[in-house]
């Protein structure tokens, strides 16, 4: 009788212990939802209450001068890699340089709408691409700004994953959303964030040139191949906001606007880390196919700019997806970029095909 009675009361013990893991996991899931939902409304309502600070033009969204416009959209890895004041000398063109960390697709799309209530059509646009460019979102306190009218999705669940964890975010939605709700918070509390993927380069003023531009100012590329790293993937279009480049491409269209699509150099330990350029570049190229007015320049070609000379490059690492051109880089870069759109520019009958790049 003995033994049956313990028995009993070690399968008691384990019933209980499982009845408790049971309620344990039920009420953390119950809570962490509940938590989301708070965080997700009071997101909901600060964005919106940003909308009363509409967008500007102002005096500084403008360099140079010229025979027209030339818009250069992209992420802070454009921002470092376009110098305006050669693309503005060279090509004789107004440059208004739309690129910082945080303005992806939907922010272009909408920036250009409100662009074209105000002025002419440009008379072209430079869009840097990145490979990360469909898994992110627009900054909301950006889109905020272009009125009440957008829909925001600054915590929206959907399709996201932290990729710290990817099967903790499965579990639980304040994981899976941190990295939003850090931007919330960092918003809120008016942080500055400089980057949308890693640490962004910390920056000075350029000296001695008419107009002064932003420049790194302390180089941080790793030249050292370590025997392992952590690979990004490819995240394929639309992604998160691929519908808005589709929106865009297709208003530059519409407007008979010649539209550039750049792909930026990356130093070789980048490219080693988004291993999956290929996806990346026959998405771009199928995307510009429908569009006449499109042409990819791919400059993240070994025969198109030095990538594996470290001093090209501020922060390229193995390991380190988000990589910028140093300031040498970007003279560099904008200079050979200047002659490709010179010749394409004096030259519309130049046998290019869409989504392919013009003879050179």
């Given at each position: ?325 140093s300031l040498k880089g970007m003279l560099d870069f904008s200079g050979r970029l200047a002659a490709e759109l010179k010749r394409a ?16």
């Open positions: 009788m003995s033994s049956t009675n313990g028995f009993d009361r070690c399968w008691g013990k384990a019933a209980r212990a499982f009845l408790y893991t049971v309620l344990f996991v039920a009420s953390f899931l119950v809570f962490d939802r509940l938590v989301f939902l708070g965080v997700r409304r009071g997101a909901d309502r600060y964005y919106a209450s940003l909308g009363t600070t509409a967008l500007q033009f102002s005096k500084g969204t403008f360099f140079g001068s010229g025979d027209g416009d030339l818009l250069i959209f992209g992420s802070s890895r454009a921002r470092y890699a376009f110098a305006q004041d050669i693309l503005s000398s060279r090509l004789n063109k107004r440059v208004v340089k739309e690129a910082a960390a945080g303005k992806f697709p939907k922010y272009n799309h909408y920036f250009y709408q409100k662009y074209r209530r105000t002025f002419p059509r440009p008379r072209a646009v430079i869009y840097g691409l990145d490979y990360f460019m469909f898994e992110k979102d627009s900054d909301s306190s950006e889109l905020a700004r272009f009125g009440r009218d957008i829909k925001l999705s600054a915590l929206d669940p959907g399709g996201r994953v932290n990729p710290t964890s990817p099967l903790l975010s499965r579990v639980s939605s304040l994981y899976r959303m941190k990295p939003a709700i850090d931007r919330f918070l960092g918003d809120m509390m008016k942080f500055d964030r400089a980057a949308e993927d890693d640490d962004a380069a910390p920056v000075k003023k350029w000296p001695g040139r008419k107009k002064r531009l932003t420049a790194h100012r302390i180089r941080r590329t790793n030249t050292v191949k370590p025997d392992s790293w952590q690979t990004r993937t490819y995240q394929v279009f639309p992604g998160r906001e691929g519908s808005y480049l589709l929106k865009l491409l297709s208003d530059l269209k519409n407007d008979a606007v010649p539209v550039f699509l750049v792909i930026i150099p990356d130093y070789i330990g980048a490219n080693d880390t988004n291993f999956e350029q290929d996806k990346f570049k026959a998405d771009i190229r199928s995307l510009a196919a429908p569009f006449e007015n499109v042409r990819l320049l791919d400059f993240n070609r070994p025969d198109r700019f030095d990538l594996d000379d470290p001093k090209f490059f501020w922060d390229g690492a193995w390991g380190k997806s988000n990589c910028h051109l520019f004096k030259d519309v009958n130049t046998g290019a095909g869409p989504g392919k790049e013009p003879a050179t």
